[in-house]
Nanobody, 118 residues
């Protein structure tokens, strides 16, 4: 299983960013895909998750209304579009896969840094 994130970087407050995760090594359409983040000094938290057909989507309250998770099952990609970024969004963002039937095991990407600063 390989998950490779891209699209991070430095963004000004109020700006937008789209993270991408390229997945390989498993059947993408059997996995729940999610994004997590870990801010300095804080625990890793779930940001957004999407079911196989994106029919079940979850967002953490702090990003609801300004973030969208989506997936391209034909290209084995999952995205996280974030708008109206604040300094509180500064973190390392991780792509995660939970593959049926063993969804208790989480596979992680290496993480990508997002810094929101003026």
């Amino acid at each position: 299983v390989q998950l490779v994130e891209s699209g991070g970087g430095l963004v000004r407050p109020g700006g937008s960013l789209k993270l991408s995760c390229a997945a390989s090594g498993f059947t993408f359409t059997t996995a729940v895909m999610s994004w997590h983040r870990q801010a300095p000094g804080k625990a890793r938290e779930l940001v957004a998750a999407a079911g196989v057909d994106a029919d079940i989507i979850h967002y953490v309250d702090s990003v609801k209304g300004r973030s969208t998770i989506s997936r391209d099952n034909a290209k084995n990609l999952v995205f996280l579009q974030m708008n109206n970024l604040t300094t509180e969004d500064t973190a390392v963002y991780y792509c995660c896969a939970q593959i049926y039937p063993s969804t208790s095991r989480l596979y992680w990407g290496q993480g990508i840094r997002v810094t929101v600063a003026s």
